[in-house]
């Protein structure tokens, strides 16, 4: 036998909590409330069901260790409010951490949110943030290409041929950083990319 979590103003009031309680133990959703699972514990088990590939997981668990598990690693997923999620998220940005970086903590958040919902611990997500979860982004400016060489010849001789290479192929910078001699062959004008650079947790690309 257990008491209710407060009081009630009719004994009406009373008999449908009551109701609404054994309600939920005929259809196996009540959860004891004596049992405190928190952010922290459920967030180390959801991150490693997820199937992420390497470089995704390696993102969204620094995402996790940086950004979310500072603030809510020991509260109880129930007690996890919309109000303090908004506080959260306006704080990072009073920090100086970036749109996007807040973005991406965001949608971390709300996923690992969403998973404690189907799995019967809360009864609703508390990210709801409108906007919250996505980033403007302004038009980003181009170089001319006098601009692209005056770059080029302006950097030390050993990055000329980065720069020249960012500007006129369609190479992401993963790939630019992780090229070699033998993969640029100046007589067939050809370039060979075998592989890309991935930053590791705690350096910037």
Request: net charge positive.
């Amino acid at each position: 036998m257990r008491t209710a979590d407060k009081t009630f103003a009719t004994q009406t009031d009373a008999d449908r909590w009551l109701v609404k309680q054994e309600a939920k133990i005929l259809d196996g959703d009540w959860q004891n409330p004596d049992v405190k699972v928190t952010l922290g514990d459920f967030a180390d088990a959801w991150i490693k069901d997820r199937d992420y590939a390497a470089t995704t997981r390696e993102r969204n668990t620094g995402v996790l260790n940086r950004h979310i598990l500072p603030t809510f690693r020991a509260i109880p997923l129930r007690e996890i409010t919309t109000p303090q999620v908004r506080r959260w998220r306006t704080d990072l940005l009073d920090a100086g951490v970036g749109a996007a970086t807040v973005a991406k903590a965001y949608q971390v958040l709300r996923a690992i949110m969403n998973t404690a919902v189907d799995d019967g611990l809360i009864e609703r997500n508390p990210c709801r943030v409108k906007g919250a979860g996505t980033v403007t982004h302004t038009e980003r400016p181009f170089l001319s290409v006098p601009e692209v060489y005056r770059l080029a010849d302006a950097v030390p001789p050993h990055c000329r041929a980065l720069i020249l290479l960012a500007a006129f192929t369609a190479l992401r910078f993963g790939e630019l950083a992780a090229l070699q001699r033998r993969d640029i062959d100046l007589e067939a004008r050809t370039v060979s990319v075998r592989a890309a650079h991935t930053p590791r947790l705690g350096q910037t690309a």
